[in-house]
C-alpha cells in the first residue's frame, strides 16, 4: 500500500527531484556539460546564507538539510533533500542572494552546475522550464501548509509528521511492510520540528512507549505509520 492511500505526503514534501528525472539527452547533456562532482563529509556547508549563488548542485549520492540560522537561538530546518534533487536553483532564478544555507546531513556526492550552464539550459529546453516552473508552484505550497503546521499544532503533531516526512525519504529498495530507519540527531530533528531538543527526546520516548517506533543511538525505526498518521491530526 501506497503511504498516498492514507496520506496526503505531497502536501508536505518538495518534489524537485522530477526536474531532471527523463529529461532530453540533449538538455541533460547541456546542463552537465561542466559540473563539477565533489564529496561532503556529514555537516561540511555547501552553500551559505547571503552569499551570491554562482551555480546550482545537483545532489547525486545522501541527503541535504536546507535551513536558516536564527542567531543565538541556533537554526531552523527548511526542508531535508534527497539524492536525484536540485538546490541553490532559486538565487540563481531570482537573482538574489541565497536565501539560506545548506549542508550534508550524512556523506553526499554532488554536483556543482555552473550558473551559465544552467541558464542557458532553460532557455533552450521548455520541458526544464515547465517542470521548474511546476515545481516552484508546489514548493510555495508545500511552504504555506508548513507555516500552518507550526502556527497550529502541537509539538507532538508536529514530531508525528515530520517523522512521516523523513520516513519517505530514508526508504531504501522498500517493499511493503518493512521497517524503515530514520537517521538524525536530535538536534537536526528538533531544529526541523522547532522546538527544543529535550522535547523531542521525551515526545520520541512517548511514541516509543505507545508502539509507534523504537530508537537505536541516533536512528529512529517506524514501526506503526499508521499511528503516526492519526496523531498528526494533518486535516
Known amino acids: 500500500m501506497s ?32 559540473e563539477v562532482v565533489n564529496s561532503y563529509a556529514k555537516g561540511e556547508i555547501i552553500f551559505r546564507e547571503n552569499f551570491y549563488p554562482t551555480g546550482i548542485f545537483y545532489i547525486r549520492a545522501g541527503k541535504v538539510k536546507k535551513f536558516k540560522r536564527l542567531d543565538s537561538r541556533g537554526e531552523q530546518i527548511i526542508y531535508v533533500a534527497n ?13 538574489e542572494r541565497y536565501p539560506d544555507s545548506a549542508s550534508a546531513l550524512e556523506a553526499c556526492v554532488i554536483s556543482f552546475i555552473p550558473k551559465e550552464d544552467f541558464l542557458a539550459a532553460i532557455q533552450q529546453s521548455n520541458i526544464l522550464k515547465g517542470r521548474l516552473l511546476k515545481t516552484l508552484s508546489h514548493e510555495f505550497a508545500v511552504l504555506a501548509n508548513g507555516m500552518a503546521l507550526f502556527a497550529q499544532r502541537t509539538v507532538r503533531e508536529r514530531l508525528a509528521l515530520q517523522l512521516i516526512v523523513l520516513r519517505e525519504k530514508y526508504k531504501q529498495d522498500f517493499q511493503p511492510g518493512m521497517q524503515v530507519e530514520i537517521d538524525m540527531s536530535r538536534e537536526d530533528l528538533a531544529n526541523l520540528v522547532g522546538t527544543a531538543r529535550e522535547n523531542i527526546i521525551r515526545t520520541l520516548s512517548e511514541f516509543k512507549s505507545a508502539g509507534m517506533l523504537a530508537t537505536k543511538g541516533s536512528k ?6 499508521k499511528k503516526l498518521i492519526e496523531l498528526a491530526n494533518y486535516k
Not at 503511504?3 to 528525472?21: C, G, N, Y
Not at 539524492?83 to 537573482?95: P, Q
Not at 529512529?220 to 505509520?225: G, L
Request: net charge negative.
Open 83 to 95: 539524492a536525484g534533487e536540485l538546490v541553490g536553483y532559486h538565487a540563481i532564478l531570482s537573482e
Open 3 to 34: 503511504i498516498r492511500e492514507i496520506f496526503p505526503i505531497d502536501k508536505w514534501d518538495f518534489k524537485s527531484e522530477s526536474i531532471l528525472a527523463n529529461l532530453p539527452e540533449e538538455d541533460f547533456a547541456l546542463l552537465t556539460a561542466h
Open 220 to 225: 529512529i525505526i517506524i514501526y506503526d505509520i
